[in-house]
């Protein structure tokens, strides 16, 4: 399972390899929620003084979207709903918090 592709687990099908799939394909929505989230925050709380301060509170930021899109991948397979509609449903709540951060703060 781990050494094949995202369409070669679909086609063998099961719930498992269909969600292990779905939530491989999950993991291309990390970087763009993480670089909606520390931009803003960094530019907005990061000045030549305080750069440290700025990363860390930008990092600590990205966390908890990027770690709703892995938990969403990761618990897939054991709900009750097909695991493509757990697996967007946790990329559009992550998407949430990302989107409103984003358009506050526009750079």
């Given at each position: 399972r781990y050494t094949m592709t995202g369409p070669e687990l679909l086609a063998?099908?099961?719930k498992t390899n269909e969600?292990?799939?779905w939530a491989r394909w999950s993991r291309?929505?990390?970087p763009l929620l993480a670089a909606l989230i520390v931009m803003p925050i960094f530019v907005?709380?990061?000045n030549r003084d305080a750069?440290?301060?700025g990363c860390l509170k930008a990092l600590g930021g990205a966390a908890l979207p990027?770690?709703?899109v892995v938990v969403g991948g990761?618990?897939?397979d054991t709900s009750a709903f097909p695991p493509m509609t757990v697996v967007l449903i946790a990329v559009g709540l992550a998407l949430i918090p990302a989107s409103i951060v984003y358009l506050r703060w526009r750079l």
């Open positions: 063998i099908g099961g969600a292990y799939a291309v929505v990390i907005r709380f990061s750069i440290v301060s990027v770690l709703v990761m618990i897939a």
